[in-house]
């Protein structure tokens, strides 16, 4: 009985050792308004692969000067399109591993329950305070805002009220914590399990700006990485969609 307890539990440690063995780590750097959605992605792969992932997040602009820099990443899940095809043609990018992962909605947002109407009029209202939105430049999500102020027109008269923020993370901080009175942020930021958090919302016409379509790419350098692998086979899973729709993505 001894020896059989003996075997079994060398057995044990034999399997988690090789488990241990098998497990990879990748750094994954992800477009700041899918913060809340990777953190579940990165707590399932690992209980399902063992596999861990080393998140960074920021503006999709900004981790692709880091990447071009030398940045160690593996993965980059992007804000946009243009950058990983950017990538792919510079020969940093993993050919054939880029795919739409999320197409993201933008609204206007505020902390104040009462704020924000079902139509965005509060936009033209005179008592309306700052403005926060994403420097377009880097940030798709801003550069979506823009498109929306020149249909709507509201452009000349939104400008002297306007509070940049660096990414659609430091956007939302800044309407969240009551720096601005509304801000143009990511759905994914203000919504959980299909449902607003708090404050008030306006989901802006996706016919007011081009698709925010998404996109994840390997590095080149990390195609044989099987934690950056791995990533990309579950956010093509239909549990992970389902997960992702619940954050106001489409897909």
């Known amino acids: ?18 488990a241990s063995t098998l497990a990879a780590e990748a750094q994954v750097a992800v477009a700041a308004n899918f913060a809340e959605p990777i953190k579940a992605i990165a707590a399932l792969l690992e209980k399902t692969t063992g596999h861990t992932l080393k998140v960074t997040l920021g503006v999709t602009g900004k981790l692709y000067a880091q990447i071009k820099n030398g940045a160690p990443f593996d993965v980059l899940l992007a804000a946009d399109t243009k950058t990983p095809e950017k990538l792919e043609a510079e020969g940093l990018g993993q050919p054939g591993s880029r795919f739409t992962y999320a197409t993201g909605k933008l609204v206007l947002w505020s902390a104040d329950a009462k704020r924000v109407d079902a139509k965005g ?34 452009t000349a008269i939104l400008t002297p009220k306007l509070v940049q923020g660096e990414s659609i993370g430091q956007t939302f901080t800044f309407a969240s914590t009551g720096n601005a009175d509304v801000g ?49 086979t579950l956010l093509k899973s239909p549990n992970i969609k389902d997960l992702i729709r619940s954050y106001g993505y489409e897909l």
């Open 1 to 18: 009985m001894r020896h059989t307890t003996r075997t079994l539990s060398i057995l044990m440690l034999a399997v988690v050792a090789h």
């Open 121 to 154: 009029d509060v936009l033209k209202t005179s008592n309306l305070g700052k403005v926060s939105y994403a420097n377009p430049k880097v940030a798709p999500y801003g550069a979506a805002t823009v498109q929306v102020m020149n249909k709507l027109g509201l």
């Open 184 to 232: 143009f942020v990511a759905m994914s930021q203000v919504l959980e399990v299909g449902k607003l958090k708090s404050g008030s919302m306006w989901v802006i016409p996706q016919n007011l700006y081009d698709p925010i379509r998404q996109d994840a790419v390997v590095m080149q350098k990390s195609a044989s990485n099987e934690a950056a692998q791995a990533l990309m």
